[in-house]
């Protein structure tokens, strides 16, 4: 590895973008670029477990080989979808079905080794990447759900229908598994509140910030914000998946220590995620400029142990930022501690 302050040739176009005054956009300062990129490990010095708590800069394929067996608790699969899509220097071509669901047959079959017979994985998907990833996983893993997640963002269509979701299939490797139910409730604003005949609520509590109700998970969430310009998570990576997002996989499926491992790591939510919450993780990212500002979010993750959407233990609704904040004072809410109705 070069330890010049200068990224590839052609890998640091979105550090030379213009931006509004307001915009908190990550980016990587030139002075800040050789001191991170020797925290990147590379695939030959991997040993034992150094591999913990960094990001190893190479072809994922090349990685899985070096790791150690049955050692991953949680994978967290966010490959290229079936999409002409430039990552960096890279480029992901669209191709056929069949050859897209051959290639992720292949890359499942050479990460099952890692996972652990009790292990979970998600993998990320859109509309069509989907039909190849029920077709893959079913070989190998028990399928036991998908997540469709509503986007905010997307471009309009004039002969199709708007594209605003994407789906998240939840599988495990054996019936034996962890799911933290409690720790993944939505805490919901009740509209038109029930009263019992006395005038006390009926599953849900009165707050100072509104009339909530904590929720039990579903597989449709509608509270998911892409990052954006004004999020400090936010980065110029193309595909980025908000904290928010990668938490309830986390705290679903992980406990405290556990590894959590993911091979598309891109600009590091995944590992930053992980760290906030207490679990071990690697992260492999074949993009140098990628791979260094996630070593920089996961630094500045040991100043920051927010997530935005998630406080007081428990997720918010999407633009309920007001009330997660007044509910956050001095780390305690009105409703710190109480366990609110369920639905």
Not at 305 to 334: P, T
Request: hydrophobic share 35%; proline share 6%; aromatic share 10%.
């Amino acid at each position: 590895m070069t330890k010049s302050n200068e990224l590839a040739p052609g890998s640091h176009e979105s550090q030379n973008k213009k931006r509004a005054p307001r915009n908190r956009t990550l980016t990587l300062e030139p002075s800040e670029i050789a001191s991170l990129r020797t925290r990147l490990l590379s695939p030959e010095a991997i040993c034992n477990n150094n591999h913990i708590g960094r990001t190893i800069l190479d072809d994922y394929f090349e990685v899985f080989r070096l790791l150690p067996k049955q050692s991953v608790d949680l994978l967290i699969l966010d490959p290229p979808y079936n999409l002409n899509k430039k990552f960096g220097d890279a480029i992901f071509p669209r191709r056929s079905v069949d050859k897209y669901t051959d290639w992720l047959n292949h890359l499942f079959e050479e990460v099952c080794p890692i996972l652990k017979p009790t292990a979970t994985i998600y993998i990320c998907g859109d509309w069509l990447s989907s039909a190849s990833i029920i077709t893959a996983a079913t070989n190998l893993f028990n399928v036991r759900n998908r997540i469709t997640w509503e986007r905010e963002k997307g471009r309009g269509a004039l002969t199709n229908w708007k594209n605003a979701s994407e789906d998240i299939w939840f599988c495990t490797v054996s019936d034996s598994y962890t799911f933290n139910v409690d720790a993944v409730k939505l805490r919901r604003r009740v509209i038109a509140p029930y009263r019992h005949a006395d005038g006390r609520p009926k599953d849900w509590t009165e707050t100072r910030e509104g009339n909530f109700r904590d929720t039990h998970p579903s597989n449709l969430w509608t509270d998911i914000t892409v990052p954006f310009w004004s999020m400090p998570e936010n980065t110029d990576h193309p595909t980025q998946k908000s904290e928010k997002l990668i938490a309830k996989l986390v705290l679903a499926s992980s406990n405290p220590d556990d590894v959590v491992l993911d091979p598309f790591l891109g600009s590091g939510s995944s590992s930053v995620v992980a760290k906030k919450l207490g679990r071990r993780f690697c992260g492999i990212e074949n993009e140098e400029e990628y791979a260094i500002l996630a070593e920089k979010r996961v630094l500045l993750a040991e100043i920051d142990e927010s997530i935005q959407g998630y406080s007081d233990r428990i997720f918010w609704e999407r633009n309920a930022f007001i009330q997660q904040k007044n509910g956050n004072r001095n780390g305690k809410s009105e409703t710190n501690g109480m366990l609110l109705p369920l639905d």
